[in-house]
């Protein structure tokens, strides 16, 4: 049997994941720019007072909804890699398939592509508190590690080249990718240019140029 407590703590807890899909699914809608506590509210039917109990400012409520929605993506990429069986592959073939992620990634989660340029967007121009960027960068870094260690066994089962900094490396790759696939959501064609090549193809080409810098010949 629940005691009082217990019901308490879950009813918050919903009322919490409620405001924060709410938030998530008006921010790809409208923006940031056009996001009120007060509409937050009405589309979770509850009380703003209960919106600004659970999340004290509009920073503190859009860096909580991007943890909430990154950390069920990180949940969903990890579990996409353990069916990948990556153990029974030599190390530069684990790399490529975890870098082919993205390419999945993005076929499936435009919506949170788009929610993730309003909040680099608004984030350039506000501050983040210092606990909810370090729970979000640490998120991010999971991926970094699980890369490394690939490049580490690269080394060994040499499949790998010795490369001279991995996380410049890394990080310029995955920024490239991650920044195609939020374009390729949000604003395709830009310029004329833009509709010559796909962003799938955009994202294999870059997958390509990762793989061929790095295998070893």
Known sequence: METFSTTVEKHKNNNQTNILNKTFNLIVEKGINNLTFNEIAKQSNIGVASVYRYFSNKSNLISNCAIFKLSNITKDIEEFITKLDLNERKAIDQFEALLNCYAIFFKKNKNFLKFLSEFDNYFTYNKMDKDIEKHYNELY????????????????????????????????ITTSLLQACIKGAVNPSIIPLDSLISTENKIKTLIKVAINYCKRS
């Open 141 to 172: 870094k999971s991926f970094y590690i699980i890369s490394k260690n690939i490049y580490i066994k690269g080394l060994n089962d040499k499949s790998f080249n010795k490369i001279e900094n991995f996380d410049t490396f890394y990080f310029t």
